[in-house]
């Protein structure tokens, strides 16, 4: 999966669903009021999915500086201990 990313296939991808979705929220406008508020729900729930992922990953990130503080402190008291 990484070298996948490396290349860019997966910016392929983020590309052609973004282009999806401006092309459905077109069309989605052209359908009235009701539309519109179908644009707006999806607008709104895109952002909230973004804010979400931020948090899951600044948890994930909080959680690794974590781990590597308890690492270092447990390698320092073996270290004490002459193992």
Do not use: F, I, W
Not at 20 to 32: D, H
Not at 36 to 57: F, M, P
């Amino acid at each position: 999966m990484k070298d996948a990313h490396e290349k860019g296939a997966y910016d392929a991808v983020y590309e052609r669903r973004d282009a999806e979705a401006r092309a459905k929220n077109a069309v989605l406008l052209t359908k009235g009021p009701t539309g519109v508020a179908k644009v707006k729900e999806r607008k709104k729930n895109c952002k909230s999915a973004d804010l979400s992922r931020k948090r899951k990953k600044r948890q994930e990130d909080g959680l690794v500086q974590k781990l590597a503080l308890l690492t270092e402190e447990g390698v320092a008291l073996l270290g004490r201990l002459g193992c």
